[in-house]
C-alpha cells in the first residue's frame, strides 16, 4: 500500500523559512509527477508547486521567487524549501504524488496534510 509522509511544518515569524519533506512509501512502479498543494482556512485547495519526471518544475505565482520544489528520485522523496514566508502562506500543506503503484493502475495519492502557521 502507498502512503505518503509529510515531515516539515510548524510556526514560523513572518520572513523565516520551512522545509517540507514528503516520501512515498509502498510499492512503486513508477513516480510520474510529485507536487504540493496547501489549503487555507475557508479556501479551496490550491496547488503551489509541482515537480515532474525529467527535472521540469512549475509554481503557482504566490510561490515564484519564493519557494523552491525539488525532488530526490531515489528515496521517492520531494521537498518543498518556503523562503520569505508571509501570514497569506498559513495554511495545511498537502503532498501529492502522480504514481502508479506495483500491480495497480496509475493513480493520484495525498498526504495527511501538515500545518504551517505564519505569524509573529
Known amino acids: 500500500q502507498v502512503q505518503l509522509m509529510e515531515s516539515g511544518g510548524g510556526l514560523v515569524q513572518p520572513g523565516g523559512s520551512l522545509r517540507l519533506s514528503c516520501r512515498a512509501s509502498?510499492?512503486?512502479?513508477?513516480?510520474?509527477?510529485m507536487a504540493w498543494y496547501r489549503q487555507a482556512p475557508g479556501k479551496e485547495r490550491e496547488l503551489v508547486a509541482v515537480a515532474i519526471s525529467g527535472g521540469r518544475t512549475e509554481y503557482a505565482a504566490p510561490a515564484k521567487g519564493r519557494f523552491t520544489i525539488s525532488r530526490d528520485t531515489a528515496r521517492n522523496t520531494v521537498y518543498l524549501q518556503m523562503n520569505s514566508l508571509k501570514p497569506e502562506d498559513t495554511a495545511v500543506y498537502y503532498c501529492?504524488?502522480?504514481?502508479?503503484?506495483?500491480?495497480?493502475?496509475?493513480?493520484?495519492?495525498w498526504g495527511q496534510g501538515t500545518q504551517v502557521i505564519v505569524s509573529s
Open positions: 501529492y504524488a502522480d504514481l502508479t503503484a506495483a500491480g495497480r493502475l496509475r493513480d493520484d495519492y
Open positions: 509502498g510499492s512503486i512502479s513508477v513516480i510520474n509527477s
